[in-house]
Each structure stands twice: as C-alpha cells, then as structure tokens.
C-alpha cells in the first residue's frame, strides 16, 4: 500500500499566512477541487471548517454536495444544477449557458480579461447582465481569472486594469438591473500573494493552502505521501530491473520493490528520473501498481515537498498531487 500522511499544523500555518494577506478568515474560499488537489476533499474540508474557513470552490455539483455541511458558501466553477440551492453559487462560463440554469439560481458571473478560455467576454457585459435578468437566476458575484500571475511579467496588471474596468460597468449594470451591490474576485494563490494591498470580497486559494505556492517563503507542504516495500533483491553491475530493462546497474546494489505505481498515480513519464525527497534514486520503468528504488527501507517516503518532486518528474506540483488516486489511504496527523 501506499500511504498518504496530512499535516495539519503545516496547513494551518498556511492558512495563516493566507488570512494575513486576505486580512481576514472570511475572505479566503480555500478550492477544494479535483478531490482537494489529491490531498482528499472530506479531509481538508473538515480542516478548513475547523480553521475557520467558511467558503470553499469546487469543479461539480457532486464534489459541492459532499461538502456542503461543512461551508457556508461552495462556488461551484463547471457545472449547471438542476434546482437552486441556498448555498451554491453556480458559474456563468458562457453566455449562451444562461438559459440553462433554472430560476432563481444563484450564479456569479465569470468575465473574461485576457485568458481567454471560460467567461464572457467583456463587451458581452450588459447584454450577459440582462440575459441573466429575464432568466430569473441572482447574480451575486463577478469574477475573472488571471492567465499568468504566476510570471512576473507585466500580464497581471493589463489583466487587472481590465478587471478594474468590469468592475466598474458591472456595478454600474447591478444598479441599473437591480441586481444589488455585487461580490468581485479575481485572485488565486500566486495572484493574491503578488499584492500587499488586497482589497477584493475574496481569494480562490488552492495551492498555497496545500503549501505548494513557489517562490514565496514559509508555505509548508500538507501532503507527504509513503509507500510499503513488497520485495528487495541484490542487483548485479550490468543487471536490468524493470519492464523493457530500462535501468542498468553501475554497480551491485540492493534494489527494493515498493507498492505503488501508475495505477496510484506515480507518473510513469518520470520512469528513471524520478528522486525521493530524501535523495532516493528512482530506477526502472515505474509499472501499474510497483515501483523500485536503490534502497533497503520498509516505508519509504516518496515525497513530502510536491515541488521538489513535480521538478524530478518534469511538471508541476499540481499535477503530482491531483494524480494521487481517491483510492489512496489518508491520514491526518
Ligand atoms: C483552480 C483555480 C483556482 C486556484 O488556483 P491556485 O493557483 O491553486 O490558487 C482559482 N480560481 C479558479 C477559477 C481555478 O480554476
């Protein structure tokens, strides 16, 4: 088996770190999608509520119903409800989706400044404010997505000043359509932390509250994940291991079969690349459900740091972590 263990503490000084920049619990709607990036979506849930979080987003309907006991309030980014509920708000991606919702829904409307992949456009804003209007939904938030917070390049702030100009149009349309005073958010993790001067009604925080946010210091990773050893053999200088004996030995050395592979989530890409984060050498070709490493240990750490492990499989750490299976045994400690 391979194990998940979830540090509390560590997630809890991220949250700090996240409510110092959002000035305030209430603000942070920590996103909790894709089983809550891998780390297991009933667990950071329960969590989140026990810091004090009181919002969350998620991708589905069903990932919103399975956590709406511990929210006030569930943004959800991708799907269209069959009745209304009192608290999730549903995402307008596209224009011609209004007339999908049914009445009396509570939607948020998502703009598009310049990433140009889900949202409205922006010269779409009055005729989306009165599709929504005649539809009978409640629109209660407008909302964008930055394409590139995370380099510090300039595409922020063109992105920004856009979102400034939505801002002001659609407060203007609220009025006009009597909507009353509209919720705005913008931010993810690398987006809010780009700022000192936060001043949005909320912060869609993913992977900064994972402890994954690069490039800024005192984020601590909630996730390590460990794996059971199956078998361990002497491998002789000039030996292969694994399918297609991909690996050849240097020299002798003990190599140990452990119990996790593609089928748990381990990128079979990063097959001989891949190194633990205590410096582990990962060797031959990663299969279904085993993988083999030059080491003699029982329970072997495989990460504890998504970063540093997204870096010797050649992605990010969001793809590490949301490739870990539901299946997976979590544990919080
Ligand atoms: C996933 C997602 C986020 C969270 O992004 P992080 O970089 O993990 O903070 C925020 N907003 C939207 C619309 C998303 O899809």
New binding site residues.
């Given amino acids: 088996m391979a194990n998940i263990i979830l540090n509390k503490n560590n997630f809890f000084n991220n949250l700090d770190l996240i409510s110092k920049h959002t000035k305030s619990k209430d603000k942070i709607a920590i996103?909790l999608?894709d089983n809550a990036?891998g780390h297991g979506i009933s667990e950071m849930a329960s969590l989140a509520k026990e810091y004090g979080v009181k919002k969350a987003?998620v991708r589905s309907n069903d990932e919103a119903k399975s956590i709406e006991e511990f929210f006030e309030y569930i943004l959800v980014?991708g799907d269209i409800p069959k009745e209304p509920s009192s608290k999730m708000r549903y995402t307008i991606n596209d224009i011609k989706s209004i007339s999908k919702f049914p009445k009396e829904t509570l939607v948020e409307l998502k703009v598009d400044t310049g990433m140009h992949r889900n949202g409205i456009s922006m010269s779409e804003l009055h005729d989306a404010f009165m599709q929504i209007k005649e539809a009978g939904l409640i629109l209660e938030a407008v909302f964008t997505?930055h394409r590139s917070s995370?380099e510090l390049t300039s595409e922020w702030f063109w992105q920004n000043d856009n979102f400034k100009k939505v801002k002001q149009e659609a407060a203007y349309l609220a009025e006009e359509f009597g909507f009353g005073s509209l919720r705005f958010h913008s931010a993810?993790?690398?987006s809010l932390f780009r700022t000192d001067s936060f001043d949005e009604d909320m912060a869609?925080?993913?992977?900064?509250s994972y402890g994954c946010l690069e490039g800024y210091e005192g984020f601590a990773p909630v996730l390590s994940l460990y794996a059971d050893k199956i078998s361990s053999r002497e491998v002789k200088r000039g030996q292969r291991v694994g399918y297609g004996g991909t690996f050849v030995a240097k020299d002798n050395c003990v190599v140990s079969n452990y119990d996790f592979g593609y089928g748990d989530g381990f990128l079979r890409n990063s097959s001989n690349e891949f190194v633990t984060s205590n410096g582990v050498e990962q060797v031959g070709r990663i299969s279904m459900d085993n993988s083999s490493f030059i080491t003699n240990e029982e329970n072997l750490l495989i990460f504890n740091n998504a970063i540093d492990a997204a870096k010797s499989a050649g992605t990010i750490s969001?793809e590490i972590l949301t490739s870990l299976k539901a299946s997976l045994k979590r544990e919080i400690v």
């Fill in positions: 996103v999608k990036y987003v980014l997505h995370d993810n993790s690398a869609r925080v993913g992977i900064a969001y």
